[in-house]
């Protein structure tokens, strides 16, 4: 269901992905897994100087005669920089999100863990605009969500799992269609593109179409997409997933400077090693609830963080079961 309030975002119908950009654009359907190249249709502000640009100065936020956008004032470190209030979701008997609040200071590096099916993804939709909630808020930077989506989802990067992207464009076409639609000038985006390429690892593909990279190339491309208009947050869902040792190196550097720049990256992950040595906030998240929240140290308590989340999710470290497996 759509609300005449949504954002008129770019959206992936089935039908565009063989199809020319721009052939299928829709609201998102706020139910279900969204379908999208989430992002706004203006240039946000750029805390995001290390990747590859300074700052993005406001005249640079319109093209031709269209006016400037200002960008608004970053909030103050420690403030939220994203802040959800009871947010609730069903699907059908299903609860997937059981009313979470949950506030993302400003300039955190925000870990969110859960184990499979805990309610991350679902959470993160609802926070960025994917998915309408059946109850909550969402702000980001002070912005409702869900009454504001606009002016929301200017200050935002999404990198969402499983989503579907115009995959019939070369990567090139990708990085640099989500930069226009973000009403970022031409010559800016030919620069961040050519300048998120490379820092990827994906000159050499520049020019082949997405439909034909691999799984942790097209994670790149689309990661590259949220970067490109240097938005205010970031949120990452898996944003490690088939990405090579490498790329993962590059990713969490570039992601670390943004950070140190002012930016806010929230990142759900499976891997607690990677998530505690990179995160200075962790939100542990089981059957739709936060069963923990606040600094890594604070979390995990004295313990690593794995074994701190197998205590919260109610799971066990050692192996037991399947005996037939084992061959003596
Ligand atoms: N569109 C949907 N329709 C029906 N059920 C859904 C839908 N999306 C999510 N769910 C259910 O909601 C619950 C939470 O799913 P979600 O994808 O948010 O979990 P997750 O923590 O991201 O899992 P994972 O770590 O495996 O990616 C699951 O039980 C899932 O089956």
């Known amino acids: 269901m759509t609300s005449p309030t949504e954002p008129q975002d770019p959206i992936v119908t089935p039908s565009a992905r063989d199809g020319a950009p721009g052939a299928s654009v829709a609201p998102p359907d706020g139910e279900g897994r969204a379908t ?37 004032p970053a909030p103050a470190y420690g403030s939220p920089a994203v802040s959800l209030r009871g947010l609730v979701k069903t699907f059908g008997h299903k609860v997937a999100v059981a009313g979470i609040s949950l506030d993302i200071p400003a300039g955190s590096f925000y870990g969110l863990v859960g184990p499979n099916g805990a309610g991350k993804t679902t959470l993160l ?22 009454t504001d989506p606009v002016q929301a989802k200017r200050l935002l990067g999404v990198l969402p799992d ?3 992207i115009f995959d019939r464009l070369t990567g090139t076409q990708l990085v640099t269609y989500a930069g226009l639609l973000r009403g970022m ?3 800016t985006v030919a620069s961040r593109t050519a300048d998120l390429m490379g820092v990827l690892d994906l000159r050499e593909a520049a020019d082949t179409l997405v439909v034909d990279y691999s799984a942790g190339m097209t994670k790149k491309v689309t990661l590259a997409a949220a970067l490109i208009h240097a938005p205010r947050v970031l949120v990452l869902d898996e944003p490690f ?10 990713i969490r550097a570039i992601l670390s400077d943004y950070v140190a720049s002012g930016g806010t990256v929230i990142v759900s992950s499976h891997v607690m ?22 600094t890594v140290d604070e979390v995990r308590a004295g313990r690593s963080l794995e074994e701190r989340f197998v205590e919260l999710a109610g799971g066990q470290l050692s192996g037991e079961g399947l005996s037939w497996l084992r061959s003596s």
Do not use: F, Y
């Open 125 to 146: 939709s609802m926070a960025t605009g994917l998915l309408r909630p059946d109850a909550g808020t969402a702000t980001i930077c002070g912005v409702d969500m869900w």
């Open 162 to 164: 499983g989503m579907a």
């Open 185 to 187: 000038d031409r010559e």
């Open 273 to 294: 090693d990677l998530v505690q040595r990179m995160c200075d906030h962790v939100a542990v998240v089981v059957d739709g609830q936060v069963r923990a929240a606040g």
């Open 36 to 72: 999208a190249l989430p992002g706004s249709s203006a240039t946000a502000p750029a805390p995001a100087a290390k990747v590859g640009h300074a700052p993005v100065p406001a005249a640079e936020a319109g093209h031709g005669d269209a006016p400037a956008l200002v960008p608004e």
């Open 241 to 250: 997933e088939a990405v090579d040792p490498v790329s993962a190196s590059h």
